[in-house]
């Protein structure tokens, strides 16, 4: 990589560039550096899903723009878990779409892009749209509470009105995935922070239980604290934890402190894990009675 010109070392460039530039062709064999795609060679080997789009950018053509899950990757939205972006997905409003190994090439009459980095890539709700041709219905309902929430680290994919989901979805019309697009609309919620939350909110609703606030505020002695799922008539607070608030010292003190906040101000809180999301029988029956005990006070 050193013996690169600076102009080539930070991505994927094409072979004739790299001629212009002075460097030996010798340097351009196959074989002498990654060759990601014909005619294109890169300084590295790339593994994640930012290196592997940026090994494609010199071919794309003018308004091409990475698409469907690819895009959503990119703008860190949620997709499944051990999800592969095998293929990455590329749109072209006109003409003819890429025709490269591991690239899968999409039409459409419009296509509104912008840029993650220095990456061309569809809007965040069009990337959500999309993918509700490519995932399941719950990952698609992940990805519109992300969109409504605060997950993405994008200002531009993060915290947007439900209205402008709606909208998206009857600007969608009866194209893939429409009618998985108009079913998850009735379950996404603004103020979800993270997808296990999606999660266990749906389990416990589609057990039959009341729906909860999401990430509702609680009123303690030292001001208010968030909880991922609250149930205020009942005074019941339900939070999901994942193995860093067992591994991480400084949390699992934090959720002490935290616990005894929510007792004193004489709430109920409940804490779940991914084993109450593979088997959620004793969660159910726990926050079941709980809420008929804080109902009957």
Same mark, same amino acid.
């Given at each position: 990589?050193?013996?690169?010109?600076?102009?080539?070392?930070?991505?994927a460039?094409?072979?004739?560039?790299?001629?212009?530039?002075?460097?030996?062709?010798?340097?351009?064999?196959?074989?002498?550096?990654?060759?990601?795609?014909?005619?294109?060679?890169?300084?590295?080997?790339?593994?994640?899903?930012v290196?592997?789009?940026?090994?494609?950018?010199?071919?794309?053509?003018?308004?091409?723009?990475?698409?469907?899950?690819?895009?959503?990757?990119?703008?860190?939205?949620?997709?499944?878990?051990?999800?592969?972006?095998?293929?990455?997905?590329v749109?072209?409003?006109?003409?003819? +779409?890429?025709?490269?190994?591991?690239?899968?090439?999409?039409?459409?009459?419009t296509?509104?892009?912008?840029?993650?980095?220095?990456?061309?890539?569809?809007?965040?709700?069009?990337?959500?749209?999309?993918?509700?041709?490519?995932?399941?219905?719950?990952?698609?309902?992940?990805?519109?509470?992300?969109?409504?929430?605060?997950?993405?680290?994008?200002?531009?994919? +993060?915290e947007?009105?439900?209205?402008?989901?709606?909208?998206?979805?009857?600007?969608?019309?009866?194209?893939?995935?429409? +009618?998985?697009?108009?079913?998850?609309? +009735?379950?996404?919620?603004?103020?979800?922070?993270?997808?296990?939350?999606?999660?266990?909110r749906?389990?416990?609703?589609?057990?039959?239980?009341?729906?909860?606030?999401?990430?509702?505020?609680v009123?303690?002695?030292?001001?208010?604290?968030?909880?991922?799922?609250?149930?205020?008539?009942?005074?019941?607070a339900?939070?999901?934890?994942?193995?860093?608030?067992?591994?991480?010292?400084?949390?699992?003190?934090?959720?002490?402190?935290?616990?005894?906040?929510?007792?004193?101000?004489?709430?109920?809180?409940?804490?779940?894990?991914?084993?109450?999301?593979?088997?959620?029988?004793?969660?159910?029956?726990?926050?079941?009675?709980h809420?008929?005990?804080?109902?009957?006070?």
């Amino acid at each position: 990589m050193h013996s690169l010109p600076p102009l080539l070392r930070d991505g994927a460039f094409r072979v004739g560039e790299a001629l212009e530039l002075g460097l030996p062709e010798r340097r351009l064999r196959p074989g002498a550096l990654p060759t990601p795609h014909h005619g294109v060679r890169a300084p590295r080997e790339s593994a994640s899903l930012v290196d592997r789009c940026r090994d494609v950018l010199p071919v794309l053509g003018t308004g091409q723009c990475f698409s469907h899950d690819t895009a959503a990757g990119l703008w860190g939205l949620p997709l499944p878990q051990g999800h592969r972006f095998d293929p990455l997905h590329v749109t072209s409003p006109t003409g003819g +779409r890429p025709r490269r190994p591991g690239v899968v090439g999409h039409r459409a009459g419009t296509v509104t892009g912008t840029f993650v980095g220095a990456l061309p890539v569809v809007e965040p709700l069009t990337a959500w749209a999309q993918c509700a041709a490519l995932v399941p219905l719950d990952d698609v309902i992940a990805m519109g509470d992300a969109l409504a929430g605060r997950w993405s680290k994008h200002a531009t994919a +993060r915290e947007l009105p439900i209205e402008r989901l709606a909208a998206t979805v009857r600007a969608w019309g009866s194209r893939r995935g429409a +009618r998985r697009l108009r079913e998850a609309m +009735r379950w996404i919620r603004p103020r979800v922070w993270s997808p296990r939350e999606t999660a266990l909110r749906l389990l416990l609703v589609r057990a039959g239980l009341p729906e909860p606030e999401c990430n509702g505020e609680v009123t303690t002695a030292e001001g208010d604290l968030h909880a991922d799922l609250v149930w205020r008539d009942a005074r019941l607070a339900v939070e999901y934890e994942g193995d860093h608030h067992r591994t991480d010292r400084g949390q699992w003190r934090r959720d002490i402190a935290r616990a005894e906040l929510f007792a004193d101000a004489g709430w109920r809180r409940v804490r779940a894990t991914d084993d109450d999301l593979a088997d959620p029988s004793r969660i159910l029956r726990r926050i079941s009675r709980h809420l008929t005990s804080g109902a009957l006070q």
